[in-house]
């Protein structure tokens, strides 16, 4: 642990967060978690982890445990994340991920904080034209979350040139599973995204599932993603702050295996790992609903030589099912 600043992560009470949090701790990190419990659980953060509740926006706390905690490096995770209310919201979404971020990377200048690690998202490309799609292809966002997070990339690129700060801004892919050992998994109240809402319904939790559009222009008609474990994703933001403690430019990064599957091919993993068939419905298409999201994975591989540990379909729905299990247990 000595010798090496201390990690803020805001969000740390989150589903990547939490998981970032345990990454860290594994990597000898210490670490500090701010969270506003808005989305996140207060059990999520293991003991000893000093927490802090309070918004990450908030200029006077900010400067207050920047400089209590001697934090090196800033790991940015807090903020809102579901795209249909992003639409129904938007100042919502720029206050809560733009705006709450301009104030962090503003406190971060001020206290000379020069690491940043940013969750950002694939949501940034919109519907791309080419696939897999790489960092360079362009960024023209379809919703208010995607432009709120591109916003802050931008905010970022520009502090860098002009402050000693340097960033790596991830951009996440579809990102599910939990951790193998079963400490740390996703709690949304309100679940929107496939691997969770197939998980419930493996419990029992929820009646149906629905299969949003059977007539994409893919190998079998449903829409491709590019699923990665969440304990990849948290392993590579410990390779990102060591690439930044070890002088490395900063970068904007994509989080993905560059594979990807349909969603049925994901309903059908749920079925074999659950060992039963799901009630699967066809619904209509989700408004906004890119047919294919594949990351190009070569500049990851390059700058932060990730080697993902868990890039198999079945483990990542495993490990879902297994954190589904638990909550369904009351754990
Ligand atoms: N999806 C679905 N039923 C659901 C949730 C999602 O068919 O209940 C589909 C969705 O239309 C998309 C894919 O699963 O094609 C992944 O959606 P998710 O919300 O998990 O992530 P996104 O790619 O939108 O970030």
Same mark, same amino acid.
């Given at each position: 642990?000595?010798?090496?600043?201390?990690?803020?992560?805001?969000?740390?009470?989150?589903?990547?967060?939490?998981?970032?949090?345990?990454?860290?701790?594994?990597?000898?990190?210490?670490?500090?978690?701010?969270?506003?419990?808005?989305?996140?659980?207060?059990?999520?953060?293991?003991?000893?982890?000093?927490?802090?509740?309070?918004?990450?926006?908030?200029?006077?706390?900010?400067?207050?445990?920047?400089?209590?905690?001697?934090?090196?490096?800033?790991?940015?995770?807090?903020?809102?994340?579901?795209?249909?209310?992003?639409?129904?919201?938007?100042?919502?979404?720029?206050?809560?991920?733009?705006?709450?971020?301009?104030?962090?990377?503003?406190? #971060?200048?001020?206290?000379?904080?020069?690491?940043?690690?940013?969750?950002?998202?694939?949501?940034?490309?919109?519907?791309?034209?080419?696939?897999?799609?790489?960092?360079?292809?362009?960024?023209?966002?379809?919703?208010?979350?995607?432009?709120?997070?591109?916003?802050?990339?931008?905010?970022?690129?520009?502090?860098?040139?002009?402050?000693?700060?340097?960033?790596?801004?991830?951009?996440?892919?579809?990102?599910?599973?939990?951790?193998?050992?079963?400490?740390?998994?996703?709690?949304?109240?309100?679940?929107?995204?496939?691997?969770?809402?197939?998980?419930?319904?493996?419990?029992?939790?929820?009646?149906?599932?629905?299969?949003?559009?059977?007539?994409?222009?893919?190998?079998?008609?449903?829409?491709?993603?590019?699923?990665?474990?969440? #304990?990849?994703?948290?392993?590579?933001?410990?390779?990102?702050?060591?690439?930044?403690?070890?002088?490395?430019?900063?970068?904007?990064?994509?989080?993905?295996?560059?594979?990807?599957?349909?969603?049925?091919?994901?309903?059908?993993?749920?079925?074999?790992?659950?060992?039963?068939?799901?009630?699967?419905?066809?619904?209509?298409?989700?408004?906004?609903?890119?047919?294919?999201?594949?990351?190009?994975?070569?500049?990851?591989?390059?700058?932060?030589?990730?080697?993902?540990?868990?890039?198999?379909?079945?483990?990542?729905?495993?490990?879902?099912?297994?954190?589904?299990?638990?909550?369904?247990?009351?754990?």
């Amino acid at each position: 642990m000595s010798g090496r600043a201390t990690v803020l992560v805001t969000g740390g009470a989150g589903y990547i967060g939490a998981h970032a949090v345990l990454a860290l701790a594994g990597a000898g990190y210490r670490t500090v978690v701010l969270d506003d419990l808005s989305t996140g659980r207060r059990a999520a953060v293991p003991d000893g982890i000093p927490f802090i509740q309070g918004n990450a926006g908030d200029p006077d706390l900010l400067a207050d445990v920047l400089e209590r905690h001697a934090i090196g490096t800033v790991m940015h995770f807090a903020g809102s994340i579901v795209v249909p209310e992003s639409v129904d919201k938007p100042l919502a979404y720029y206050r809560n991920n733009t705006l709450n971020s301009h104030a962090l990377i503003e406190a #971060c200048v001020r206290a000379g904080v020069s690491r940043f690690v940013f969750s950002s998202t694939a949501a940034v490309y919109g519907v791309p034209e080419r696939l897999p799609v790489s960092e360079d292809s362009p960024t023209l966002p379809i919703n208010p979350y995607g432009r709120s997070k591109l916003m802050t990339e931008w905010m970022l690129r520009d502090t860098a040139a002009a402050h000693g700060l340097r960033f790596m801004a991830l951009r996440y892919f579809n990102v599910a599973g939990a951790d193998p050992q079963g400490r740390a998994g996703q709690c949304s109240p309100v679940a929107t995204h496939l691997i969770k809402i197939a998980g419930e319904a493996a419990v029992g939790k929820r009646s149906e599932v629905l299969l949003f559009g059977d007539d994409y222009p893919t190998h079998d008609g449903t829409c491709v993603r590019d699923y990665v474990h969440v #304990c990849d994703l948290a392993d590579a933001h410990v390779a990102a702050v060591r690439h930044l403690e070890n002088g490395g430019e900063s970068g904007i990064l994509n989080c993905g295996y560059g594979h990807g599957y349909s969603v049925r091919e994901v309903l059908d993993a749920v079925e074999r790992v659950a060992g039963h068939p799901l009630p699967v419905r066809i619904a209509p298409r989700r408004a906004g609903d890119p047919p294919e999201l594949v990351a190009s994975r070569e500049r990851i591989t390059d700058t932060l030589n990730w080697q993902p540990q868990h890039d198999d379909l079945d483990t990542i729905v495993r490990t879902a099912l297994a954190w589904e299990r638990r909550l369904a247990d009351g754990g």
